[in-house]
């Protein structure tokens, strides 16, 4: 629900966010009329005041992005509680960890709470747990678990789980970006179409990344104009939000979609943005990125010395922050470079693209090294060696 939906015709919207944030305290009557808007007894919200308090306050840091206080607050309450207090807390903070990138910290969490709601029939509440389980497995690149749940939580809901009024758009594309990751990018733009119908009462931050997402999709099968119409629209519903992450994350792939269209220009000083957006920020993992993307600029303009330079910027960066996207990337375009300039070993740099995209992915990515690697062996008529990677590519 909104802030102006809760209110109804007795508050406001206002009312209830001073409510939220502690500003003001509810009267009985408040609490009553508030109570049946909810479709809760008032007991539920009064009862065992302090520790529902506390785990309020963490949740408000949680929504107001503040993930490493609200996963700090977790930890403090998950030390006194227990039952479905636990599995609550437990959830909160596998969402904290998950947006702080740790999936890892966030798989045990998000697991147990997952279990325990199931178990005890609280299908609502072991959607959202199961959402950020499916998360951390796909930041692990457990890409078939991850699906795998959210299309058994997507199902639910179409069943008629009364979840959050965003959380089916979440879901699609949530399984969007999974499709679109292992290479199903048709798969990808069916999700996001049906998705787009639900998109006409969300906030401008969930419309944003709605429509980032699309523009990921659009960019993927090649409609590259369609990626810039989207992604345009999405850039000024990120920033009216203060998403300033997204928002940067947007300006590096509008730089890319602007370069594949042939406009150079507009795609530096996008990227120039990007990257002064996230140095401010000391975000390394979308630093890469943005490296990577100045380093791709550089190669279309044939600068093969800046090509190296922004490549080992990106490379530093994504070992630095675990981005082994952003780091299969640098290494292609170096190899494109090297391949280009005759300088360095563009067949060392494709073997080591290549075997990192076979342990950790993105799958997708790998057969486009493995054809470009065997072109280079067959460029030097090493025809045996070069089959034998097209056979892998075709298998992959």
Known sequence: ???????????????????????????????????????????????????????????????????????????????????????????????????????????????????AFTRAGLQVEAAYAGYWLAYAHHQLNNTDEARALLHQILAEVRAGLKVQADFKLRLLVALAILESWDGHDERALTLLEEGRALTGEMDDLRRAIFLFSLANSYSETGDHEAALRAGTAALPLFEAANAEHDATSLRNTLALTYLKLGNAGRATEL?????????????????AHVAETEAQIALAAGEHARVRERVAEA???????????????????????????????AEGTYRQAAELLRSVGPRPRLPEVLREWADLLVSQQRHAEAVDLLQEALSA
Request: proline letters at 2%; a negative charge; hydrophobic letters at 40%.
């Open 1 to 115: 629900m909104t802030q102006k939906q809760l209110a109804g015709d007795r508050y406001t919207a206002a009312y209830i966010s001073a409510l939220e944030v502690g500003l003001v305290r509810p009267s009985w009557a408040a609490l009553t009329y508030l109570s049946g808007r909810l479709g809760l007894a008032v007991h539920d919200l009064v009862r065992e005041a302090q520790p529902g308090w506390d785990r309020l306050t963490a949740d408000l840091h949680l929504a107001a992005g503040d993930w490493q206080t609200a996963a700090d607050r977790y930890t403090q309450l998950f030390e006194t509680a227990g039952g479905t207090d636990a599995s609550l807390i437990r959830s909160g903070r596998a969402e904290a960890l998950c947006r702080l990138g740790r999936p890892r910290d966030a798989l045990p969490d998000a697991a147990s709470a997952y279990e």
């Open 271 to 287: 990227a120039a943005e990007a990257r002064q957006l996230s140095t401010q920020r000391s975000d390394q993992g979308l630093l």
């Open 315 to 345: 490379l530093d960066l994504a070992q630095a922050s675990e981005n082994t996207h952003a780091q299969s990337s640098a290494l292609l375009t170096l190899a494109r470079s090297q391949r280009q300039s005759g300088e360095g070993d």
